[in-house]
């Protein structure tokens, strides 16, 4: 297998759809990392020559990852060197693409928030039975905005009236979340609006909605190195039906880190379906009353 090829599988392997064609010219190239048009959160920096080397990751959720055809132990002082300095460069054409990226994406979400109105009725919020809360409307989509914890407006999370979810391109996601409430003692982190609304609704705390399980950690050291006192309580997606359960193990590593506490809803005596995982599943199985119970 060629380098090319090896770097490729090394990129399929982390979870992203590599990229066709691979640009292999040691300069920092986008690319689709779902393999979905207009999605150009991937990056990558491919160094064929020498002993060949590349650095890859997503902007998206902040992940890198690096690659040699050589093993450690394999390499000369020489060599070693040389894959140092490579490493060294991908990452500051990294840093300062991200940079960038991120800006034009931030740009581009305030101007499309600011264009927005409010939302009033949409069919995702109906048919999660829940309120709007500090969202907008664009046409037919819904916006969710994702705040850094200085307040700064980073990207939108975009819901279609059918469920569908996306971010915008190129967005930074990881550390962001959308605050329901003014904390007041304690608050709740979970992954998406609809959990989050449910809690609000039931319960008056405030909610940080993290958007996936793999940033329900930063978002939590986040809101930690904002609010030292507060009592942080990570509302899991209780994913039982996928393998090693990868909500339920975010949030405890979460709540670990922060010192906080988990909270884990109970569907005991009510007619589960497979994909009934979150608190506001829950609600529709049983009312606020339950929620309240258990949060």
Not at 22 to 36: E, M, Q, V, Y
Not at 207 to 219: E, K, Q, R
């Amino acid at each position: 297998m060629s380098a090319t090829d090896q770097f490729l599988s090394a990129m399929e392997a982390a979870g992203l759809t590599p990229p066709d064609p691979l640009h292999a010219d040691g300069d920092i190239h986008r690319f689709s990392p779902t393999g979905k048009r207009g999605d150009d959160a991937g990056w990558y920096v491919f160094h064929p020559d020498g002993v060949p080397a590349g650095v890859f990751g997503d902007w998206r959720s902040g992940e890198s990852q690096t690659w040699c055809a050589k093993g450690e132990d394999e390499l000369s002082d020489a060599e070693r060197q040389a894959m140092c300095r490579r490493i060294k460069d991908a990452q500051r054409k990294r840093a300062a693409e991200e940079v960038r990226v991120h800006g034009e994406s931030a740009s581009n979400a305030l101007a499309a928030w600011e264009d927005a109105g409010p939302a009033v009725a949409h069919p995702y919020l109906a048919a999660k039975g829940v309120k709007p809360y500090g969202v907008r409307m664009d046409g037919h989509r819904l916006l969710v905005p994702m705040h850094d914890a200085t307040g700064k407006l980073n990207s939108l999370q975009i819901i279609s009236p059918d469920g569908t979810k996306c971010f915008m391109p190129g967005g930074r996601v990881r550390a962001c979340y959308h605050a329901i409430g003014k904390p007041m003692g304690r608050v709740f982190v979970c992954e998406g609006y609809a959990t989050g609304a449910t809690i609000h609704e039931a319960m008056g705390d405030a909610v940080a909605v993290a958007f996936s399980a793999g940033n329900l950690l930063p978002v939590a050291v986040a809101l930690r190195a904002k609010y030292p006192s507060l009592e942080i309580i990570i509302a899991a997606d209780d994913d039982w039906k996928t393998p090693e359960n990868p909500g339920l193990s975010a949030a405890r590593l979460a709540a670990q880190a922060v010192g906080g506490k988990v909270a884990v809803p109970d569907f005991t005596g009510l007619p589960r379906d497979d994909k009934d995982t979150d608190f506001n599943d829950l609600h529709q199985l049983a009312g606020a009353v339950r929620i309240g119970e258990q949060a």
